[in-house]
């Protein structure tokens, strides 16, 4: 399936407004303006727009706790996701949820989730939702490297397998599980981890969104045929900590899991210059990538404008939405 | 003919110059008689509680008798290993006593864990390096991954099996400690006895490949498969997964394919499964297809009676003692409950 021009700078905004966001997210962090910890999806951009392009609006997604990324990918206003980040009442969840507890129904995300592997067996519910509406939607079900050896993860692809439900799983592979190495706790490459369940699965660069896209696309349509779920190993690399305090730890700590120069390599691989590259390539000129970029510098300004302008939420709502009715 | 000694433990297996594999009659006479001791224990139990003289459930290990005496023959004095719910023919083939384990499944003073354990908690240090039969599925599976780590830490040789069921495979724990086992190259074999059902459940419904074992290759483990009833070919496989264990190579998966005659559960009537299930089990009867195997090479009919009869009247024996043994005294309920120190527990 082609990708028409639009969809391709389209592409390319949702990654600059996911690294505009937050590199922004991290400053106001660093600042304590934003309370609490954020772990961000920069140098991972590639992935979730990747895979949003291919599961569509229709599509839904379980997110992570490293999860702003797919919420932008999917299309979510960030707005309220920064009033969010920010505590505020004019956020997602009443500027209850915070950094790691986003959800925005309104696109069709379920909810990044603070519990490594918690979207994993959402993902099969909503999924099976799907399969009873004669597959109306493809769930994307994003996890890191760490949460593959969730015992979860095995039992939410066993039943998706069996039951051939339309799910994505999308292992977003960035070599650490916190400060441990992706290498020290595997035995064989995550990409077999699909074998025991007869599951197509696809390696793919983390860091080349029209390869990942071509992965999901395909994913998507099997799913949406009926044929069941399908893994995707995306390899990429944190270049940020595992949240932001682990961020100024490592350099207080003078990078006491990895070494600088790892970092700098890792950042050499930008999916967003790829992109740009490829695109200035094919012929879009330096112009509209330009007024894309400002135009995405703006969204993000007013996002935090917006935020701080917001009232804090009534301590009386605290409990309201904490239980379903 | 030049005989070359396999390395199990029980030197009973030979090559040949062929490099084929020969069992020795005085093997497959052993094999025979425990298989027919897990057949008449299991058989004598059903009796008891039909009877009324036993509580609670019990689960039968009838029709897995020869993958079970197959696997238990490769295992060293040495090793430890873990049991699941339908544990006695384990204990059994591991060599333990009758009478004390009869005695378990009556609740009496005299069991393996003096009668406050029962049929699902048969458990023995001192002897069998018995980590405990257990009433939850695949609670064995991270068990075994740690003991497989003391092991390796105390470098003590020993190396741990993990014996559990087809239905045990779809709990997140096996991913888990499989996981952690390959990467820490722990000296851990997985013995799967898939007899297809998970209580009612044909495992194909919840499974989506023909073969249990492949799970093991998401995590670069390796695995056979083989015909549970033949304790030679389980035996084979066995050896081979503990060699790979014992010399640092890490964890290796054996799955064999039984038959579970009876239900889930002692009186389970089974109507979920067809008949040709039962049928096709009885034409592979594991005891009866060794029998013929024996009286091929010269056994006679009168010397497989004889090793029946004497293991009946062991398990009747058994029975006796475990009627005429004491309950255990109330007041002695909460002894032995909480470990104060355990030789296996390397925290310390």
Avoid at chain 1, 74 to 103: P, R
Avoid at chain 2, 73 to 101: C, E, M, N, V, W
Wanted: aromatic share 8%.
């Amino acid at each position: 399936m082609l990708l028409s021009k639009e969809q391709l700078l389209g592409m390319y905004r949702k990654m600059l407004l996911i690294r505009g966001f937050e590199s922004t997210a991290a400053q106001l962090s660093y600042n304590q303006e934003i309370k609490g910890n954020v772990h961000l999806y920069i140098n991972e951009e590639a992935i979730a727009v990747g895979v949003c392009e291919a599961i569509g609006k229709s599509g839904k997604l379980t997110s992570t706790h490293r999860g702003h990324g797919h919420q932008i990918a999917k299309g979510s206003d960030i707005k309220y996701m920064m009033a969010e980040l920010f505590g505020k009442k004019t956020g997602n969840c009443m500027g209850k949820g915070g950094s790691m507890h986003i959800v925005d129904a309104s696109v069709g995300t379920l909810g990044a989730n603070g519990i490594v592997g918690g979207g994993v067996v959402h993902a099969v519910g909503a999924a099976y939702a799907s399969k009873l509406d004669g597959n109306a939607y493809a769930v994307a079900c994003f996890l890191g490297d760490g949460a593959t050896n969730q015992g979860a993860f095995q039992e939410s692809m066993n039943l998706a397998a069996i039951y051939k439900l339309p799910v994505l799983y999308v292992i977003e592979n960035n070599e650490y599980a916190v400060t441990t190495r992706t290498a020290e706790y595997i035995n064989a490459p995550l990409a077999f981890r699909g074998i025991p369940f007869g599951i197509p699965t696809y390696t793919v660069d983390g860091m080349d969104v029209l390869e990942v896209y071509a992965a999901a696309q395909k994913a998507v349509e099997r799913a949406l045929a009926g044929d069941g779920p399908s893994l995707i190993v995306a390899k990429t690399y944190r270049i940020e900590g595992h949240n932001t305090t682990y961020t100024m730890l490592e350099k207080r700590l003078n990078w006491y899991y990895r070494d600088e120069e790892e970092i700098v390599r890792g950042s050499l691989r930008c999916p967003i210059h790829f992109f740009k590259e490829y695109l200035t390539q094919t012929g879009v000129p330096a112009e509209e990538l330009k007024a894309v970029e400002d135009s995405v510098s703006a969204e993000v300004a007013a996002s935090v404008d917006f935020a701080k302008a917001s009232p804090d939420p009534e301590p009386e709502v605290a409990l309201m939405h904490v239980y379903a009715d | 003919m030049q005989f070359k000694l396999l390395k199990g433990v029980r030197i009973l297996a030979y090559k040949n110059n062929t490099g084929d594999t020969v069992h020795s009659k005085e093997m497959m006479l052993n094999f025979y008689r425990t298989m027919w001791k897990i057949r008449s224990f299991e058989e004598h139990a059903a009796d008891c509680f039909t009877k009324g003289m036993l509580a609670g459930n019990i689960h039968l290990s009838i029709g897995q008798e020869a993958a079970e005496a197959g696997a238990f023959a490769a295992i060293g004095p040495q090793d430890y290993f873990t049991s699941t719910h339908r544990g006695h023919g384990h204990a059994i083939a591991r060599g333990a006593d009758a009478k004390l384990a009869m005695a378990e499944l009556f609740g009496k003073k005299t069991g393996y864990c003096k009668g406050k354990g029962g049929s699902m908690h048969i458990a023995d240090m001192e002897k069998m390096n018995h980590l405990g039969a257990n009433g939850i599925v695949g609670a064995g599976q991270p068990i075994s991954a740690g003991s497989a780590l003391v092991s390796k830490i105390k470098k003590d040789g020993a190396v741990t099996v993990g014996c559990f069921g087809d239905g045990a495979t779809n709990e997140g724990s096996f991913h888990e400690s499989l996981n952690m086992a390959a990467a820490w190259q722990l000296p851990l074999v997985w013995f799967i006895e898939n007899n297809c059902y998970g209580v009612s459940t044909e495992i194909h419904r919840v499974t989506n490949t023909p073969d249990l074992a492949t799970r093991a290759a998401a995590y670069g483990v390796p695995y056979a498969v083989v015909d549970g009833t033949d304790p030679c070919e389980v035996y084979d496989a066995m050896v081979k997964a503990m060699d790979h264990a014992r010399s640092g190579k890490g964890p290796y998966l054996v799955e064999a394919k039984v038959y579970r005659y009876q239900g889930h559960y002692c009186g389970d009537p089974a109507v979920y499964r067809p008949a040709s299930y039962l049928e096709e089990a009885l034409a592979n009867d594991g005891i009866e297809k060794l029998g013929k195997r024996l009286m091929a090479i010269g056994v006679t009919e009168e010397e497989l009676a004889h090793i029946k009869a004497e293991v009946v009247a062991e398990m009747d024996e058994a029975v006796r003692f475990a009627e005429e043994s004491e309950y255990p005294d109330p007041a002695t309920v909460l002894d032995d409950m909480y470990v104060s120190d355990n030789e296996r527990c390397v925290a310390r």
